[in-house]
């Protein structure tokens, strides 16, 4: 069974890397971003709720995320494994998410961390050519990533793996399964 938490800053590569993992690893990759549109899509009670703060340009709320990946963890496919991108974003989502593998007598396998220097994420995210993505906005990002992921990965020291996250998508990947398999 494999069960993954994929962090790292903006512009790090989580969400290709997470595709590529989940295919690989034959798990579900299961992203927030795409957790929040389907439910705003479906107009679900949960999916109305964040859509009032996605509107505003607000965070959603923990509870509003914490109960959207408690719903998708109970899927079959998620039984086998996962891979999660974008959650938990902070301390108090990694007790909750402790507490949701807890009920079901399991846990995290790992922590994956994808490293990579402040000017290459700026040079990456300028790249994509966002209107939103100016300079300014996306070291702020990375300001925010840092002050709120910091004490994240101190909460999963004992799980973390630290891999190099720049590179060429299939050599990150490698990089990725090698640190998996030697853990």
Same mark, same amino acid.
């Given at each position: 069974?494999?069960?993954?938490?994929?962090?790292?800053?903006?512009?790090?590569?989580?969400? /290709?890397?997470?595709?590529? &993992?989940?295919?690989?690893?034959?798990?579900?990759? *299961?992203?927030?971003? +795409? %957790?929040?549109?389907?439910?705003?899509?479906?107009? /679900?009670? %949960?999916?109305?709720?964040?859509?009032? !703060?996605?509107?505003?340009?607000?965070?959603?709320?923990?509870?509003?995320?914490?109960?959207?990946?408690?719903?998708?963890?109970?899927?079959?496919?998620?039984?086998?494994?996962? &891979? &999660?991108?974008?959650?938990?974003?902070? /301390?108090?989502?990694?007790?909750? @998410?402790?507490?949701?593998?807890?009920?079901?007598?399991?846990?995290?396998?790992?922590?994956?961390?994808?490293?990579?220097?402040?000017?290459? @994420?700026? +040079?990456?995210?300028?790249?994509?050519?966002?209107?939103?993505?100016?300079?300014?906005? *996306?070291?702020?990002?990375?300001?925010? !990533?840092?002050?709120?992921?910091?004490?994240?990965?101190? !909460? !999963?020291?004992?799980?973390?793996?630290?891999?190099?996250?720049?590179?060429?998508?299939?050599?990150?990947?490698?990089?990725?399964?090698?640190?998996?398999?030697?853990?």
């Amino acid at each position: 069974m494999t069960r993954v938490v994929l962090v790292g800053p903006p512009g790090a590569g989580k969400g /290709t890397q997470a595709v590529a &993992l989940s295919e690989r690893l034959g798990v579900p990759h *299961i992203s927030t971003g +795409e %957790l929040f549109r389907a439910h705003v899509g479906e107009r /679900t009670p %949960l999916g109305r709720e964040a859509k009032r !703060y996605l509107d505003s340009g607000e965070l959603v709320p923990d509870t509003v995320t914490n109960e959207m990946v408690r719903e998708r963890l109970v899927e079959p496919d998620a039984k086998v494994g996962f &891979l &999660l991108d974008g959650f938990p974003r902070n /301390t108090k989502q990694a007790e909750v @998410l402790g507490q949701m593998l807890a009920e079901s007598d399991t846990s995290l396998d790992a922590v994956v961390e994808l490293k990579v220097p402040e000017d290459v @994420l700026v +040079e990456r995210l300028m790249a994509r050519g966002r209107s939103d993505d100016t300079e300014e906005v *996306i070291r702020r990002r990375q300001q925010v !990533y840092r002050s709120e992921t910091a004490p994240l990965l101190e !909460y !999963y020291d004992d799980l973390l793996v630290t891999v190099d996250g720049v590179g060429s998508v299939d050599e990150v990947t490698a990089r990725v399964l090698d640190a998996l398999r030697r853990r």
